[in-house]
């Protein structure tokens, strides 16, 4: 099961099919139609018998994608001519009804023969893309359902102890076999002399495969000992990810060393270059999880850990990390020699049967500790304290771990051994390859919030990180599919399609497009931002224009600018807007029905910038709200209350009803302090006391003056005001108040009595409320 080499060499594969489509459009050639004829009749003989080799369709099926690339570039080209002729046509236009002049007339024979003519190899062409496209799903559907046939096949079960010794016997005898074939091949070189000529070259080459796979390790760890001697920051995390990388790296290039180091001794025979070949890919599967399990897993309890586990649950994932790779080693070996020799599926069945058990109980394993970090039993915290996860999803990823595990032992014993291969091994990569997308993910972020001076935390909390990781899923997808046993083909025939893109009457919107349209209008939006920027910082603030004038400015270029922007990419990316004008025309009826706020609202907002009868800043009251305008959108109204709260309220409430600015054009305002004296009080005296309170305050104007106000005689009371006008309303509380306790003080100095309420109570029939004890009292 060469997982690996499959996914990496199917990345390849469709890497050279996009080149190669490239490359062979050739303008000037010319589809041999004839030579498609017998392609076509070969490949519909293949596929109706079934009985080519799986290498020979995917060859066939090579053939016929290339055929069809070849006439999809004559239609290309075959429809340039008709195309032009089509326009001379509609430049004639129609026939009127009095007939064309003699000359238009045969004009236009000429050219409707001429179109004929130009649209006749089109339409062949055509027709033969469409057979190719049909036997092209033909291949792949006769290579889909063998692969389905094989995993579907029952075999013997390797719990009957039939085959047991048979297949011990089969193994020993492999061992056997390559130790034999060694033996010859060491013969037979140092015969000849050809081992003594080449032997400084491998001594060479094994000293140093061997030294890099005993002490690399050792020399990563040191180096990140060294990373870690000071506090973890963010560069210091980003140089220990890549520091860790050692683990992998140097091993492996010790590995890939000593196999060049035996081809170079020309020792290996048949099943040793079997072997030697699948070893380096074998190293890999093995070491990765290694390097997997330590990122995963930290000796230390590092800041940002991906699993928050104690020390026990850490180094148990270490173990089932390491125990993971050597399974995946020994499962890669054994599917390459099984390939080569002549087993019998019983034998087969048993010796891969306890590599899938192995595998299964670690998975189970692996997903308890995955369990263990969503309860958050190691740290004491509960599920919606655990920062940084999706913890449904990792909880699905568990318990689909489990099951895998579970029914791929379950096959085994059933006698699907290679369901049971395509189930377990898969679900294991494909665990690991989300590991390192977590990973890789993190590690990104960590390198842009270093660039951008933010903290790790505040890194991973912004859009920015968001959006990487969905381009990290969605680039993650083919990688994921191959491992799951997609061809190539497939995912380039995917690729194709989606690079056509979706059709939507005459409008064809692909990826490109929708690369281009967000490249375009990301530059719009990044130049209105900073001609905003300009506008507000260093251009407006020279003026005479107000506060209030100077935002809407701003606000004005940042809507013309988005709405510039977005035409001007919608036009880049070969979309007609004419259908867009269409759409949006019979859009109309329905906004103006069902969204009729919204349109109010918006309508509004724009009025509201224009004309501005209030900015932000202003001291308003409307609809029994009062406080400070904080933001001026186009559907709403942000107001800060002395409360300190917001009050939303629609810009269509602001334009139709009565608001009141207190601090419109200026702070100038009036404050007035009520204060009544006891009956009794000289009248005048009171007023001179308001006077000299209200023109002692700084706050109050000299012109015009303050004056005091004798309201009238009330109940308890005579009730005078003072009036003054402020040179900043908004310190009309603090002033209110400050005069209060003026007043308090002057008034007590000169004897003047605040009065309260008094009321007097008369009984009209007293006699009728004494008790019969008074009454007693009385006669005594």
């Not at 990345?11 to 050739?26: H, I, S």
């Not at 510039?564 to 759409?583: K, R």
């Not at 305008?629 to 309220?649: G, H, K, L, N, Q």
């Amino acid at each position: 099961m060469a997982v690996l080499r499959r996914v990496l060499g199917s990345l390849c594969v469709v890497l050279l099919l996009g080149v190669q489509a490239v490359l062979a459009q050739d303008v000037s050639a010319q589809p041999d139609f004839a030579e498609w004829e017998r392609v076509s009749e070969r490949a519909a003989e293949a596929i109706e018998a079934g009985r080519a080799s799986e290498v020979a369709m995917d060859s066939l099926r090579q053939q016929l994608v290339d055929w069809r690339s070849e006439f999809r570039n004559a239609q290309s080209r075959y429809s340039v001519a008709a195309n032009t002729t089509q326009a001379k046509l509609d430049t004639l236009g129609p026939v009127p009804e009095g007939g064309d002049s003699p000359e238009v007339e045969a004009e236009r024979a000429r050219l409707e023969k001429v179109l004929a003519e130009a649209r006749e190899p089109v339409l062949r062409a055509q027709l033969a893309e469409t057979e190719a496209t049909e036997l092209i799903e033909g291949v792949d559907s006769v290579v889909q359902g063998r692969r389905t046939a094989r995993l579907l096949e029952r075999g013997p079960t390797p719990l009957n102890p039939v085959y047991w010794t048979g297949a011990l016997l089969a193994l020993q005898q492999t061992n056997t076999l390559i130790l034999n074939e060694l033996r010859t091949a060491w013969d037979y070189e140092w015969r000849t002399g050809d081992l003594q000529k080449n032997l400084p070259r491998v001594i060479a080459l094994l000293i140093v495969g061997v030294v890099l796979i005993l002490f690399g390790r050792r020399w990563t760890e040191n180096a990140q000992a060294l990373v870690r001697r000071d506090q973890m920051s963010g560069r210091r995390w980003i140089l220990g990810l890549a520091v860790s990388f050692g683990h992998l790296v140097l091993p492996l290039a010790g590995v890939m060393i000593l196999v060049e180091a035996f081809y170079a001794s020309d020792l290996a025979g048949i099943r040793g270059d079997i072997i030697l070949s699948i070893l380096p890919e074998a190293a890999f599967v093995l070491l990765f999880p290694i390097w997997l399990g330590r990122r995963v897993f930290p000796y230390e309890s590092e800041d940002g850990s991906i699993l928050l586990l104690n020390d026990e649950h850490r180094r148990e994932g270490r173990a089932l990390s390491v125990a993971t790779g050597i399974i995946l080693a020994f499962s890669l070996l054994l599917q390459a020699i099984s390939g080569f020799e002549t087993w019998t599926a019983g034998t087969r069945a048993v010796l891969i049967f306890p590599l899938i058990v192995l595998a299964a109980g670690v998975m189970v394993r692996m997903a308890r500790l995955l369990r263990v970090h969503i309860s958050g039993r190691d740290t004491d915290l509960g599920e919606e304290d655990i920062p940084g996860a999706n913890l449904q999803l990792m909880r699905l990823v568990a318990l689909g771990y489990q099951l895998a595990a579970v029914l791929g032992v379950l096959l085994a014993v059933a006698g699907y051994s290679s369901a049971a291969v395509a189930l377990v091994f898969p679900t294991i990569y494909t665990l690991q390859f989300l590991g390192f997308l977590v990973i890789l993910h993190r590690g990104l972020v960590r390198v842009f919030s270093v660039l951008a001076g933010l903290s790790a935390e505040t890194g991973e909390g912004t859009l920015w990180s968001v959006l990487l990781g969905f381009a990290i899923s969605i680039a993650a997808v083919p990688v994921v599919l191959l491992i799951w046993g997609a061809r190539s083909q497939q995912l380039a025939e995917w690729a194709a399609l989606i690079g056509q893109g979706l059709r939507v009457g005459e409008v064809t919107i692909s990826p490109m497009q929708l690369v281009i349209f967000f490249a375009v209008f990301g530059i719009g939006y990044a130049i209105t931002r900073l001609l905003q920027g300009t506008l507000k910082n260093s251009v407006l603030p020279r003026t005479k224009i107000d506060v209030g004038g100077q935002n809407a400015i701003v606000s004005g270029v940042g809507y013309v600018g988005l709405t510039i922007a977005a035409l001007i990419a919608i036009h880049n990316t070969g979309i007609d807007l004419g259908s867009i004008a269409l759409v949006a025309s019979a859009l109309s009826v329905g906004i103006g029905f069902g969204l009729q706020t919204i349109v109010s609202n918006f309508v509004s907002g724009i009025i509201l910038l224009i004309e501005r009868p209030i900015a932000e800043g202003d001291w308003i009251e409307v609809g029994g709200q009062m406080g400070y305008v904080r933001d001026i959108s186009v559907r709403s109204t942000r107001i800060e209350t002395f409360d300190r709260t917001d009050v939303i309220i629609p810009n269509s409430d602001l334009v139709a009803g009565t608001v009141t600015n207190y601090t419109r054009g200026n702070t100038v305002g009036r404050v007035i302090v009520p204060v009544g004296v006891a009956y009794g009080t000289e009248p005048r005296k009171v007023e001179a006391i308001l006077l000299e309170i209200a023109r002692a305050h700084p706050m109050v104007l000299a012109n015009p003056e303050p004056y005091v106000v004798f309201q009238g005689f009330g109940a308890s009371s005579m009730d005078f005001e003072i009036r003054a006008i402020l040179r900043d309303v908004n310190w009309v509380l603090n002033v209110r108040s400050e005069m209060n306790y003026k007043i308090a003080e002057r008034f007590m100095e000169e004897g003047i009595e605040i009065p309260f309420p008094q009321q007097d109570i008369w009984l009209r029939n007293a006699k009728a409320l004494r008790t019969d004890e008074d009454e007693g009292k009385d006669d005594a």
